[in-house]
Antibody, heavy 119, light 106 residues
Framework: QVHLMESGGGVVQPGGSLRLSCAVS????????MHWVRQAPGKGLEWVAC????????YYVDSVKGRFTISRDNSRNTLFLQMNSLTVEDTAVYYC????????????WGQGTLVTVSS | AIQMTQSPSSLSASVGDRVTITCRAS??????LGWYQQKPGTAPKLLIY???TLQRGVPSRFSGSGSGTDFTLTISSLQPEDFATYYC?????????FGQGTKVEI
């Protein structure tokens, strides 16, 4: 059974940093690309970042480039999102999501972790 | 980045109604589009990928169509559990982009 669980969310001041983790089980983690998607309170979904299965390529939405870094540890079945220079606009629930193998789409999601950037 | 314009932003419908939601891409995206359903306080759920392929376990009353720039999600007979917000997502090119969502209300 596929399972994704995010952790690491919390309250942080503007300009601060936070590292999110996503622990997965139930599938061969090293085979699949992985993503982060966020949702600001009361707003729609925003795709944030993707990392290839072997970590060879990473992609970001423009608004987080240079501030966020996606990474993974395939030996620990864990996905990460290092978030630096946080602003109030980064306040959101952050979801990790698994990509399908042959056709891109997000077929499994975690329950999300809330990041609040506030002074 | 490709912009995804979804319409309507909200709609009111009754159980048994046929519901159609559209999504338009600002440029060609082949058929690289998915539809997601989200209920309050929960993670999104994949309904359809590659514009028209039903995800395993999703009821057949959901269907998708379109290619290029114009896409449609149809619910043939709305059920009580279908009241939710629906999003399209283009996965043709990075950065992937979502539509702004369509809230389906009673």
């Amino acid at each position: 059974q596929v399972h994704l669980m995010e952790s690491g969310g919390g309250v942080v001041q503007p300009g601060g940093s936070l590292r999110l983790s996503c622990a997965v089980s139930g599938f061969t983690f090293s085979t699949f690309d992985m993503h982060w998607v966020r949702q600001a309170p009361g707003k729609g979904l925003e795709w944030v970042a993707c990392i290839r299965n072997d970590g060879s390529n990473k992609y970001y939405v423009d608004s987080v480039k240079g501030r966020f870094t996606i990474s993974r540890d395939n030996s620990r079945n864990t996905l990460f999102l290092q978030m630096n220079s946080l602003t109030v606009e980064d306040t959101a629930v952050y979801y990790c999501a698994k990509d399908r193998l042959s056709v891109a789409s997000l077929d499994y999601w975690g329950q999300g972790t809330l990041v609040t950037v506030s002074s | 980045a490709i912009q995804m314009t979804q319409s309507p932003s909200s709609l009111s419908a009754s159980v048994g109604d046929r519901v159609t939601i559209t999504c338009r891409a600002s440029q060609f995206i082949r058929n690289d589009l998915g539809w997601y359903q989200q209920k309050p306080g929960t993670a999104p759920k994949l309904l359809i990928y590659s514009a028209s392929t039903l995800q395993r376990g999703v009821p057949s009353r959901f269907s998708g169509s379109g290619s290029g720039t114009d896409f449609t999600l149809t619910i043939s007979s709305l059920q009580p559990e279908d009241f939710a917000t629906y999003y399209c997502l283009q996965d043709y090119i990075y950065p992937w982009t979502f539509g702004q969502g369509t809230k389906v209300e009673i």
